[in-house]
């Protein structure tokens, strides 16, 4: 890897040239085959982690075997890192949901790199109030939507992040199930279903192999502001 690779990801946007390679010098890089566990809930939180390729699933599990899912990483992001400073346990389950490469860094490497870069601290902090950010956009929308609009608001936050442009529209470029869809907006599987048949039909989205196109994304917008 080169360090100008890191330029525009979360955790080391701003920081110098020195810094980077400071960092992919003290990193331990590996390949993660889909479907690896990368972490557990609860787990000691013991090293911060970066993902470099790849897609990975956050989830979160109850005591009854439910299962909440969090947010999807992709590549330029960190993940598991604030458990190093929350009670030092993971606070979610990480899994490579396609054939991934991560970096990590043990606690002690990375808490060094922060005190000789100050910026990746910046940038730590600018995280979790994004992803703070984001939580509490979810909850609004639970409360005060309809499951119509939440599922809208979820494939266009994807189409943002996660979508590669073609002539059929907006392809979400990693497998997104009709389940995760559900637990993200807080619906039942059949209602998020019948949904997605609805607006397939309609010739708004396309589905295959667990690849959502987002064809018509003003249509899906115009769904999003209704109450």
């Not at 390729?53 to 604030?82: C, H, K, M, N, Y």
């Not at 902090?125 to 984001?134: H, N, P």
């Not at 389940?179 to 907006?185: F, Y």
């Not at 589905?207 to 959502?212: A, G, L, P, V, Y």
Request: aromatic content about 6%.
């Amino acid at each position: 890897m080169n360090p100008n690779d890191l330029l525009d990801s979360d955790l080391f946007c701003d920081v110098s040239e020195a810094g980077r390679s400071e960092a992919l010098g003290a990193a331990s890089v590996r390949p993660l085959a889909k479907g690896a566990t990368i972490f557990t809930q609860s787990q000691a939180a013991d090293r911060a982690h970066f993902l470099l390729s790849g897609r990975v699933r956050i989830g979160q599990g109850d005591a009854d075997g439910g299962q909440l899912l969090v947010r999807f990483i992709g590549p330029g992001e960190s993940f598991g890192t604030l458990g190093l400073f929350t009670g030092h346990h993971y606070p979610a389950d990480a899994v490579a949901v396609t054939d991934s490469m991560e970096a990590s860094w043990t606690e002690t490497a990375f808490l060094s790199l922060m005190e000789r870069h100050p910026q990746i601290a910046i940038n730590l902090v600018r995280i979790a109030g994004e992803r703070l950010r984001d939580t509490e956009n979810r909850l609004r929308e639970l409360a005060t939507k309809r499951v119509e609009s939440r599922i809208a608001h979820t494939l266009l936050r994807f189409a943002r992040k996660a979508s590669q442009t073609t002539s059929d529209g907006a392809v979400i470029d990693f497998p997104l199930s009709r389940n995760d869809l559900a637990q993200m907006c807080g619906a039942a599987l059949h209602t998020v279903s019948r949904t997605l048949t609805t607006w397939e039909n309609a010739g708004w989205i396309s589905t295959h192999q667990q690849r959502i196109t987002i064809r018509d994304q003003a249509r899906i917008h115009r769904l999003t502001e209704r109450a």
